[in-house]
Nanobody, 117 residues
């Protein structure tokens, strides 16, 4: 059984930082494209960042230079370091594991991030 468990969300003031974690079980994160997505109220889910099996990273323009995605193979965990947070970053953040060639796609349950003074 595959599980992606996000943690690290919360309330932070504008300009602050948070680090989200996605602990995986049932899969090996290094064998998947791992990503973070977010969904704000009334909006569609959108891509935040991805990291491929060879370590290539990709970011939404809105978070470039502020967010960093990384993975720790030993802990089978993916992280999203978020700096210089803005109110518009407020959303539920979801972890995703994708291996298109295997027809596999998994989602975590999400963690709330609220940026407000």
């Amino acid at each position: 059984q595959v599980q992606l468990v996000e943690s690290g969300g919360g309330l932070v003031q504008p300009g602050g930082s948070l680090r989200l974690s996605c602990a995986a079980s049932g899969i090996i994160v290094s064998m998947y494209v791992m990503g973070w997505y977010r969904q704000a109220p009334g909006k569609q889910r959108e891509l935040v960042a991805t990291t491929t099996r060879d370590g290539t990273t990709n970011y939404a323009d809105s978070v470039k230079g502020r967010f960093t995605i990384s993975r720790d193979g030993a802990k089978n965990t993916v992280y999203l370091q978020m700096n210089s947070l803005k109110p518009e970053d407020t959303a539920v953040y979801y972890c995703n594991a994708n291996r298109t060639s295997w027809g596999l796609n998994y989602w975590g349950q999400g963690t709330q991030v609220t940026v407000s003074s």
